[in-house]
């Protein structure tokens, strides 16, 4: 019978390795054959204690770990993404208020030119396609205005995908992992990512849908500042699930911020009619947005539970909690609170207009 003995050069306890063949180096490994009690000796394994003390240390310890060396906490892989999304949310909001404050102090110091370019619109050449854009974009209100951008963001971002030569600045920036070379940045930028037709189909159908009613009562500023908000929150929930389950695997797309609007809208308006994308065109059918959202957290919920592979459960569910939080609690908190004491201390440092 063959077993094998490895050691560990200069530390004088044994070495754990989980390949033996490749991983460890030919000189740590020495093969013991056990044999018979013979007359000479009484303890079989003596000899194999002598071989191992005459074993001459060496500094090379390549792909070895000690058995007592403890591994870090895997709490330390979501420092640097928890800082981050607090960072990207203290921003966003801060942001946005004092976008909106220069909007309104633009507004007011330009009022007669702004007046004249909405009574004389310019729409470009005649007959061309860019009269045509125009007339189509000055048609959209606020909210149609932003998502269309934000629409437009997710296409440029789904092109890149289909550049061979950016594949691996995609995976790195452009999809989030806990234990990728770029945990943070990725955290942000993969919320503009889709790599499937379906997939960004999907997310932008329903992010054009939510965001005209939404921007309605909120303004473009909050919306924009909740919408990413939403997405990091949601991608660091996705990084506390994984490594929790230390699982590997990227996660990408929008649909943890899109799952904070519709979070929001349930919220709302609990008694309004929603229908599922494309089903209602086979299958006509409605329900109430209250029952919506209750079915969407249970549906993550189990997914998590039973550890469903299909979509990142844990990010869509952070993002729903996160709109239900914001709507309840949060939008008094963060924008009515501190929204105009924010405005006043911006003025005072931009002065008089």
């Given amino acids: 019978m063959l077993s094998f003995v490895e050691v560990g050069q200069g530390s004088g306890y044994p070495i754990v390795n989980s390949d033996l063949s490749q991983s460890v180096p030919l000189h740590h490994r020495i093969c013991l054959c056990t044999t018979t009690t013979t007359s000479r000796s009484t303890k079989p394994w003596m000899p194999a204690l002598n071989i191992i003390r005459n074993i001459k240390t060496k500094p090379a310890r390549t792909g070895l770990t000690s058995i007592h060396k403890h591994e870090p906490s895997r709490i330390t892989y979501l420092i640097k993404p928890f800082g981050f999304t607090v960072l990207v949310g ?6 946005t208020i ?9 507004y007011f110091q330009n009022a007669q030119k702004q007046a004249a370019l909405y009574r004389h619109k ?5 007959g061309s396609f860019r009269h ?16 269309a951008q934000l629409i437009a ?8 995908w289909k550049v061979p030569r950016l594949q691996g600045v995609m995976h790195n920036y452009f999809t989030c992992s806990p234990f990728s ?3 943070c ?3 942000l930028l993969s919320v503009f990512s889709q790599r499937s037709l379906i997939h960004l189909t999907c997310n932008m159908v329903v992010l054009w849908s939510f965001s005209e009613p939404i921007t309605r009562t909120w303004g473009r500023e909050q919306f924009i500042a909740f919408f990413l908000t939403a997405g990091v929150i949601s991608s660091f929930t996705s990084y506390a699930y994984k490594v929790a389950k230390f699982s590997t695997v990227p996660s990408l797309g929008a649909s943890g911020a899109i799952l904070g609007l519709i979070g929001v809208i349930c919220c709302q308006y609990p008694n309004s009619r929603l229908s599922i994308l494309l089903v209602d065109q086979i299958y006509p059918h409605s329900f109430s947005a209250d029952s919506a959202m209750k079915g969407l957290i249970m549906f993550d919920v189990m997914g998590i539970l039973f550890g469903w592979t299909m979509f990142d459960h844990a990010a869509h569910l952070g993002g729903m909690l996160f709109g239900i939080w914001y709507e309840k609690y949060g939008k008094a908190l963060i924008w009515k609170r501190w929204r105009e004491p924010m405005m006043k201390r911006w003025h005072d440092l931009r002065g008089e207009p």
């Fill in 98 to 106: 004092i976008w909106q404050y220069e909007t309104l102090r633009s």
């Fill in 181 to 183: 070379k770029t945990p």
């Fill in 132 to 147: 045509s854009m125009n007339v189509w974009w000055n048609q959209l209100n606020p909210g149609r205005r932003l998502a």
């Fill in 90 to 95: 203290v921003s966003s909001f801060c942001g």
């Fill in 122 to 126: 310019f729409y470009g050449k005649a």
């Fill in 185 to 187: 940045l990725s955290m």
């Fill in 153 to 160: 963001a997710n296409c440029a971002v789904f092109v890149l």
